[in-house]
């Protein structure tokens, strides 16, 4: 999930020290700020009982703590990638298209065999190179009419 820069710009401005904390101290008082639409998928499906994790793709102190902590160098993408592989998800929800390129969909099932699903979501205007990333999905949620047909 990607959150709005203003977003996480007024968060570390709020909290600076919160930079420096460890990655899942960082990240549940990130969540519980609830910007957007936060973790509620994580939530609501735990709490019926589906291990669910919502990962921030565009957090880059939070990123980059997981990293730190975790002895990765690289670039978010990479980072981000190596913390899917590392949760191995059965499924994945993708509602942030400038992050992963169509060809790292791709990489996505190659690098984590238990994918069964990659599920796009689209709620906003698309283009091209939208629709390029929506066709490595498995199917696309969308409130797009042009875009169902």
């Known amino acids: 999930a990607s959150f709005y820069k203003q977003a ?9 020290d919160m930079e420096t904390e460890n990655y899942e101290t960082q990240y549940r008082h ?33 990123i980059r703590q997981w990293a730190l902590e975790n002895n990765i160098e690289g670039t978010l993408q990479d980072i981000v990638l190596l913390q899917l592989k590392e949760f191995t998800p059965d499924i994945i929800y993708i509602d942030d ?3 992963f390129a169509p060809y790292r969909i791709g990489d996505l099932r190659k690098e984590i065999p238990r994918l069964k699903l990659i599920i796009g979501g689209c709620c906003s205007p698309y283009n091209t190179y939208t629709l390029q990333v929506y066709r490595q999905c498995d199917f696309v949620i969308c409130c797009c009419k042009q875009l169902s047909e």
């Open 97 to 99: 298209t400038s992050f």
């Open 30 to 62: 990130f969540m519980d700020q609830c910007y957007s639409w936060g973790d509620v998928y994580e939530r609501e499906l735990t709490d019926i009982g589906i291990d669910a994790f919502l990962l921030p793709t565009n957090v880059d102190p939070l």
């Open 8 to 16: 996480i710009d007024a968060y570390y401005r709020t909290f600076p």
